[in-house]
């Protein structure tokens, strides 16, 4: 389990799941696979493959769907395939599970584990969504801070702190209960003063963890108000 599962709700993981599936593409007509371009062989491929289960990566849907000669060749070329054979070389790998190219996945292993306090992964998980263009100025990870805003380990020291302030009180008010009255006549002032002084303790208690529940609520909806900014930079991107 790594600190992301242990610390944050499961509803929230799998909010980020949600935010970040992969872009769905459209199963492709013969007249939209790679138009103009008429070897049927890649298409008879894609087909099969489809009909597999398989899907597409954002890379290989680009190259299939691709209608303009000359981006077809710069994607081509931008994978190592140039010359005359550059584009047809380069199909023929997308459509080959044995190529170092192949570009078909299970669904499944299409969703990213996006690591969202991470740079890197954030900007994966962006392009696997969809947004080809990501730059990192549309959109920042989350904070750290945040995420220990969240562990109920660092309230450690803030609720040790008032509970001894508590327990302070707590043994203050027992002394003065004990001086109530005396012999039988005082004993019920004695327990009543004694319940109260305890009955104070468990309130002020449970007043600081519900102080802490507050806090850490606070934290988690900040990251859902971004996580909120992500979908809304991806969702344009698939419709």
Same mark, same amino acid.
């Given at each position: 389990? *790594?600190?992301?599962?242990?610390?944050?709700?499961?509803?929230?993981?799998?909010?980020?799941?949600?935010?970040?599936?992969?872009? =769905?593409?459209?199963?492709?007509?013969?007249?939209?696979?790679? $138009?103009?371009?008429?070897?049927?062989? $890649?298409?008879?491929?894609?087909?099969?493959?489809?009909? #597999?289960?398989?899907?597409?990566? &954002?890379?290989?849907?680009?190259?299939?769907? +691709?209608? =303009? /000669?000359?981006?077809? /060749?710069?994607?081509?070329?931008?994978?190592?395939?140039?010359?005359? +054979?550059?584009?047809?070389?380069?199909?023929?790998?997308?459509?080959?599970?044995?190529?170092?190219?192949?570009? @078909?996945?299970?669904?499944?292993?299409? &969703?990213?584990?996006?690591?969202? @306090?991470?740079?890197? =992964?954030?900007?994966?998980?962006?392009?696997?969504?969809?947004?080809?263009?990501?730059?990192?100025?549309?959109?920042?990870?989350? &904070?750290?801070?945040?995420?220990?805003? !969240?562990?109920?380990?660092?309230?450690?020291?803030?609720?040790?702190?008032?509970?001894?302030?508590?327990?302070?009180?707590?043994?203050?008010?027992?002394?003065?209960? *004990?001086?109530?009255?005396?012999? @039988?006549?005082?004993?019920?002032?004695?327990?009543?003063?004694?319940?109260?002084?305890?009955?104070? @303790?468990?309130?002020?208690?449970?007043? !600081?963890? +519900?102080?802490?529940?507050? #806090?850490?609520?606070?934290?988690?909806? #900040?990251?859902? *108000?971004?996580? +909120?900014?992500?979908?809304? !930079?991806?969702?344009?991107?698939?419709?």
């Amino acid at each position: 389990m *790594s600190v992301l599962d242990y610390l944050l709700p499961k509803s929230f993981m799998s909010d980020v799941q949600t935010t970040f599936r992969p872009k =769905s593409f459209n199963r492709l007509e013969a007249s939209e696979f790679t $138009p103009g371009f008429n070897d049927p062989t $890649p298409f008879k491929d894609y087909g099969d493959l489809m009909d #597999q289960g398989f899907a597409p990566t &954002q890379e290989a849907y680009r190259m299939f769907s +691709e209608g =303009s /000669e000359s981006e077809r /060749e710069r994607l081509a070329e931008a994978s190592g395939f140039t010359g005359a +054979e550059g584009v047809m070389n380069y199909l023929r790998a997308l459509v080959d599970p044995q190529s170092d190219f192949y570009g @078909f996945k299970t669904k499944d292993s299409l &969703q990213p584990n996006v690591n969202i @306090f991470g740079g890197k =992964s954030l900007a994966e998980g962006f392009e696997g969504a969809g947004v080809y263009d990501f730059d990192s100025a549309m959109a920042q990870p989350m &904070q750290l801070s945040t995420l220990r805003g !969240i562990d109920p380990g660092s309230y450690s020291k803030e609720v040790a702190t008032k509970r001894g302030t508590l327990a302070d009180v707590l043994s203050r008010q027992r002394a003065k209960a *004990s001086q109530v009255g005396g012999g @039988f006549a005082g004993y019920g002032g004695r327990t009543v003063a004694e319940g109260l002084a305890e009955q104070q @303790f468990a309130q002020g208690s449970q007043g !600081i963890m +519900e102080d802490v529940n507050k #806090q850490r609520a606070t934290a988690l909806q #900040q990251l859902y *108000s971004e996580l +909120e900014g992500y979908g809304s !930079i991806i969702d344009p991107m698939n419709t």
